[in-house]
């Protein structure tokens, strides 16, 4: 016991010491900061007095000049040095209200004494460069996520170093103190972890440093592969491990690496608030963020992209036409059909400018100028030569059509303000005035021709829709459309169902990306060779073909795809081939399969209960924290069902938690609003994925609820009516699977099949 107190007496003086040096540090920079911008301010106000604006002779003008330049050069250096300071505060202000989590004791080779390390938020080094404080990414500070006492190795940028590891203490400091500190010989004792995760959760996703399981530390670090696929248990901490994986990229590659070269794809708008802060914690920059859909409708301006709410309804995305657009071989028949295309069967249409009957470039003719260059020019190289001669015919269009009456109609009809718009400069003389006219014609004409030269530029003759459709006509041609069990009939009318979605401008999801690929190949438009880093979080809802779309987008980036194939709502059992078929993608010696199969965000008895839901569920790990069992109320009309979730709400909101009612879809969650307000109950819809989480209780459809947590859960209406084909088990794992802490469940009439789980694990009321 003695020595305990010891130790700890021991630890909060070193404590006191450490802090004590960070606040001198601040002071200094907070001294430094204030200095180098007065001087800037000076450097500014006195840039005149000492500059001599003076251009009478040569000499001193070049000393003017000269002059300017070094008192730019001086505020620049003092941009660094503000820049340079501004940083190192930002990490000592962290520091200061928690400097480190953790200590290690670790020998090398021989060394007869230990030596000791501190980790924390960030780096912190006295005045003669020695550490008091580690950065959690350093390459020693590994040995801390991931050994127990003894030898124990790490990668260092000289090769793998060993050390017999003799001591790992933990930390838990509050406002300078320390609260409690254990010492372990776990990997991360799951002492720490458990007060950890017994927090309350908040809108926000917060940082897993201090906590970082073994297994979560192996996709952090790994620097390795270009497919860096992880599969895990919902709430086993795939969403953590991305972001703490960025701050670790953005650490080890620093200099070299920065936020904008790394992408993030993720489930939903929402999704993307509740984690914005977690990066920023740990002291980097948001990395770029992006869902799929904004990704691909961005380049569709002019279509509607089938979205998240009407992909969730649309009951057809299943069928086998479904599943064979969404693969990897229909992937492969765009880019067959595009080299097919250098030979003819490109789709053109007519330019048009005035004449509402004769085109001004005829299709037949560009079709003509495209197919006129030889066999080795590549699609790309032929859309620019078209586009370049297309121009060229362009321009020598423009004095015939200055001579047009509609020019010198249009001169008339001009007002003397638009007309002297028109004019270079205001005294711009001309030697009569038919060279007058002539010159207002050309303006007018070029103008008036703008709208046909960017149609021209942005590749507008070709006729994409068309050419779209006539690659799914070719399809049964290039393939045995019966191994996908379609026959050739329906093929051809999907076809024509596709042809009338584009005449109301929509188009669907599993048509949007097939479309964007053979556009590219046809256009050559270039992808994106300065990504380095592409991330996709809830990989199970991606197809095959998405996936193999991002790769050709982003070609020289290493790939991080995380997702449980049991959460997959809009592939549902699709997605059991996606790994096969992505794995195709890239090189299998550099395709490193992680699983993760421990979840902690929820309670032992929830964990316990949701993975039965599963037809594999046995795999998955429950984590020991203690919580009540979950409630299965059953309610014979809605009005009794509504009665039952006022008292749920009560209950969880006595205690201060965050509800979440997570619904099947929209209609389900406007309905549960509507009664709770109709009962004076106040909660907030979530309808649409630009919203933002709000505390206080939520209604939420289940498609929205990705990827996020809540204290508690009460998933809406788990009647047989509402869940009862096999396909939607994973959509019930999903919700239920949502809840950290406390978890109901309501249904009117029968309950759902797939909730036939032992009753020892839930109680019923
Ligand atoms: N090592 C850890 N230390 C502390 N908390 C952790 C750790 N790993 C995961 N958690 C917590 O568990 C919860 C679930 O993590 P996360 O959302 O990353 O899981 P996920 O695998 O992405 O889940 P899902 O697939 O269900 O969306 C979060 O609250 C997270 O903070």
Redesign the pocket.
């Known amino acids: 016991m003695s020595k305990e107190i010891d130790d700890k007496k021991y630890e909060q003086e070193h404590l006191d010491h450490v802090m004590g040096m960070i606040k001198d540090r601040e002071k200094k920079l907070r001294k430094s900061i204030k200095t180098v911008e007065g001087e800037a301010r000076d450097l500014n106000s006195h840039f005149f007095d000492d500059v001599k604006l003076d251009y009478d002779g040569y000499s001193t003008s070049m000393e003017t000049a000269l002059s300017i330049h070094q008192q730019q050069q001086l505020l620049t250096e003092r941009e660094h040095d503000w820049q340079h300071s501004a940083k190192q505060l930002a990490t000592v202000e962290r520091l200061e209200k928690s400097p480190y989590f953790a200590r290690v004791d670790f020998k090398e080779n021989d060394a007869s004494e230990p030596e000791t390390i501190y980790i924390g938020l960030g780096s912190f080094a006295d005045e003669n460069d020695h550490f008091l404080i580690y950065d959690w990414r350093a390459p020693i500070s590994s040995i801390y996520y991931d050994g127990k006492l003894g030898k124990v190795s790490y990668n260092s940028p000289e090769g793998e170093i060993t050390v017999d590891m003799t001591k790992k203490r933990q930390f838990m400091i509050k406002d300078g103190k320390i609260v409690n500190m254990f010492d372990t010989n776990e990997s991360?004792g799951d002492q720490m972890?458990l007060e950890?995760?017994s927090e309350k959760?908040s809108t926000q996703?917060?940082s897993?440093v201090t906590?970082?399981?073994q297994e979560?530390n192996k996709i952090i670090r790994n620097t390795s592969a270009d497919l860096l696929f992880v599969q895990?248990?919902?709430?086993?901490?795939?969403?953590?491990?991305i972001l703490q994986r960025i701050a670790f990229l953005l650490y080890r590659y620093r200099g070299n690496l920065t936020s904008s070269d790394v992408i993030m794809f993720s489930p939903n708008q929402l999704f993307n608030d509740y984690i914005k802060n977690v990066l920023p914690e740990m002291g980097e920059q948001n990395m770029v963020q992006m869902t799929y859909w904004q990704f691909v409708s961005r380049r569709l301006p002019g279509m509607n992209v089938e979205n998240l709410f009407k992909q969730f309804e649309d009951k057809t995305a299943n069928s086998d036409i479904g599943a064979f657009k969404d693969s990897v071989n229909f992937f492969n028949l765009v880019t067959r059909y595009a080299k097919h295309l250098n030979k003819r069967g490109v789709v053109f249409k007519n330019i048009m400018f005035r004449d509402k009957k004769k085109p001004y470039f005829d299709k037949e003719k560009i079709r003509e100028i495209y197919y006129s260059y030889n066999q080795n020019y590549k699609l790309a190289n032929r859309i620019d030569a078209t586009r370049e001669e297309l121009i060229k015919m362009l321009n020598r269009k423009i004095a015939p059509e200055v001579r047009k009456k509609w020019v010198s109609q249009t001169i008339e009809s001009l007002s003397k303000e638009q007309l002297n718009a028109l004019y270079d400069r205001p005294d711009q003389e001309f030697d009569s005035e038919a060279d007058e006219e002539k010159f207002l014609g050309r303006k007018i004409v070029i103008k008036a021709l703008q709208p046909v030269f960017q149609k021209i530029r942005h590749n507008h003759f070709i006729n994409m829709r068309a050419q779209y459709l006539s690659f799914l006509r070719a399809v049964p041609k290039m393939t045995d459309l019966s191994k996908w069990n379609i026959s050739e009939d329906d093929w051809m009318k999907h076809v024509e169902e596709v042809k009338d979605s584009f005449r109301k401008h929509d188009i669907h999801m599993n048509d949007v990306s097939a479309y964007l690929y053979l556009y590219d190949l046809i256009t050559g438009r270039r992808t994106d060779f300065e990504m380095r880093y592409t991330f996709i979080?809830?990989i199970q809802d991606y197809t095959p073909f998405q996936l193999a779309y991002l790769k050709y987008n982003f070609p020289r980036a290493k790939f991080t795809m995380?997702g449980?194939l049991n959460?997959a709502i809009f592939t549902k059992d699709e997605s059991r081939s996606l790994l096969k078929q992505i794995s195709g993608l890239f090189d299998p010696e550099k395709t490193d399969v992680v699983q993760?199969t421990k979840s902690?965000?929820s309670t032992k008895q929830i964990t316990d209960f949701t993975k039965q839901i599963l037809r594999q569920g046995e795999k998955i790990e429950s984590f020991n924290r203690q919580g009540p069992k979950p409630v299965i109320w059953g309610r014979k009309t809605d009005e009794e069902a509504i009665v039952a979730l006022q008292e749920i709400l009560k209950a969880n909101d006595a205690k201060h938690f965050t509800t979440a009612i997570i619904t099947k879809d929209l209609a389900g969650a406007k309905f549960v609003h509507e009664q709770l307000a109709k009962h004076g109950q106040k909660a907030t819809l979530i309808a649409t994925a630009n919203q933002r989480l709000v505390p206080g209780d939520l209604v939420v459809p289940s498609y929205l609820a990705?990827?996020l947590?809540f204290d508690a859960v009460v998933m809406w209406d788990a009647s047989k009516e509402n869940y009862h084909a096999l396909d939607e088990t994973q959509l019930v794992y999903t919700i239920t699977?949502r809840a950290?802490y406390k978890l109901d469940i309501v249904y009117i009439g029968e309950k759902s099949p797939l909730l036939d789980i032992d009753p020892k694990t839930y109680d019923e009321k």
């Open positions: 991360i972890l950890v995760l959760s996703m917060k897993i906590t970082i399981q979560q895990g248990a919902a709430g086993s901490g795939k969403t953590s491990a979080d809830e995380l449980d959460q993760l902690y965000r990705k990827g947590e699977s950290m």
